[in-house]
């Protein structure tokens, strides 16, 4: 939970391992920071504000561990768990950053590369299992296409979809208390993913065997690269109950995956997915999927993290505001009045209706955002 002097330590902070262990490179750039042990990065996030992590298999442990390496360093993040009172909510798999999975994990035109991306997702779904995640995350980073050419679009969707039941029906063959997730991405930087946003996810899921099974995690970074609406991205995935995480982000919108720290882009943006989590009190953990700066330093990790956290607390915090501003309440009750069918509408007919004060209520948003409200 959140230990952030000061504020209250209500809700469920998450941060992906990588977010802490990435070194600042990026496509033009070479790291400028060293690396962070993976044990390290999950006692300091414990120390500053996350009551949970998430991670790529891979980065506990390296995809050429053996099985004892494997179970000790379980066994070290076990304890660190323990010791420190942090849980891990998700896992999954970061096979996409090998060059073996060049073309594609579940959806490559290697039927042995098919088979190794499945063996390598169940391996990370044993990992997950053991580390107590609830959620075994797909982000499939290389299964889109840079060149058409290669393959059907359809050819790779149903490569996915067996992928998918292949993994789905081993958790059930495991026991496993474990959901699959999805995680919708348009590209990455160069290739077109073949499921790229809520809509999506959401339509691929209802062809799997077991689409009950099968969730989305929603990324507002990536929302923001497809030039959508992040709020509604997350109000589809809540309206068909299937939110099952969320990675809080900032980003500008059609560019390269730029992973801003949360409020770092698009605040407006950013008030109205906290709007939308809160106001519907969704259980889940806010789970923080951005990088910080390419000028931050080793110690400047744990400002980024702090710092997240806090955006998100002031966005709530004036959520509530917004919730109780008496001009708002005015302004929202005017326009609620219209919702209930009246005498007068059959004699209104197609007139043009009332002008509903959308002007002032956006005004409103820009005072409260930017704490200039007197009210
Ligand atoms: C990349 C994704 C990735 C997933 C986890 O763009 O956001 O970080 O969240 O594999
Ligand atoms: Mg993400």
Redesign the pocket.
């Known amino acids: 939970m959140a230990r952030i002097p000061g504020r209250a330590a209500a809700r469920l902070y998450s941060f992906?391992l990588?977010t802490v262990m990435n070194r600042g490179a990026d496509p033009f750039g070479a790291p400028t920071r060293a690396a962070l042990d993976p044990l390290d990065a999950i006692s300091g996030l414990a120390a500053h504000g996350a009551g949970a992590f998430e991670l790529?298999a891979e980065d506990l442990i390296p995809a050429d561990s053996s099985a004892v390496e494997r179970d000790r360093l379980i066994a070290a993040a076990r304890r660190r768990m323990t010791e420190t009172g942090i849980v891990c909510d998700a896992c999954?798999s970061?096979m996409f950053w090998e060059p073996v999975f060049k073309d594609g994990g579940m959806v490559s035109n290697e039927a042995r590369v098919r088979r190794l991306a499945v063996e390598r997702y169940q391996a990370a779904i044993d990992v997950g299992h053991l580390l107590g995640a609830p959620l075994f995350?797909i982000?499939g980073?290389r299964d889109g296409a840079e060149v058409d050419a290669s393959r059907s679009p359809i050819d790779a969707l149903k490569r996915l979809r067996d992928g998918f039941n292949e993994l789905n029906a081993y958790i059930a063959r495991q026991g496993y208390n474990m959901r699959l997730s999805i995680?919708p991405?348009p590209n990455e930087p160069r290739g077109d993913l073949y499921i790229s946003t809520a809509g999506h996810a959401l339509a691929f899921i209802a062809t799997l065997d077991h689409p009950e099974h099968v969730g989305v995690v929603l990324?507002l970074a990536?929302a923001a690269m497809a030039g959508l609406n992040p709020a509604h991205e997350v109000a589809h995935t809540l309206y068909a109950g299937k939110l099952d995480g969320i990675?809080l982000n900032a980003q500008r919108a059609l560019r390269f995956?730029q992973d801003l720290r949360f409020g770092g882009a698009n605040l407006k943006d950013a008030f109205f997915v906290v709007k939308l989590l809160e106001d519907e009190r969704w259980p889940g953990p806010r789970t923080f999927?951005a990088h910080p700066y390419r000028t931050t330093d080793e110690k400047g990790i744990w400002g980024f993290v702090e710092g997240c956290i806090l955006a998100y607390e002031i966005l709530a915090d004036k959520v509530q505001q917004f919730n109780q501003d008496a001009e708002v309440r005015q302004l929202l009750a005017e326009i609620k009045r219209w919702d209930a069918p009246s005498e007068s509408d059959e004699r209104r007919g197609t007139s043009p209706g009332p002008i509903f004060a959308y002007e002032r209520l956006d005004h409103l948003v820009f005072e409260i955002l930017t704490g200039t409200r007197r009210a």
Do not use: A, L
């Open positions: 992906g990588w790529h999954g970061s995350n982000w980073g995680e991405k990324e990536h990675h995956d999927d």
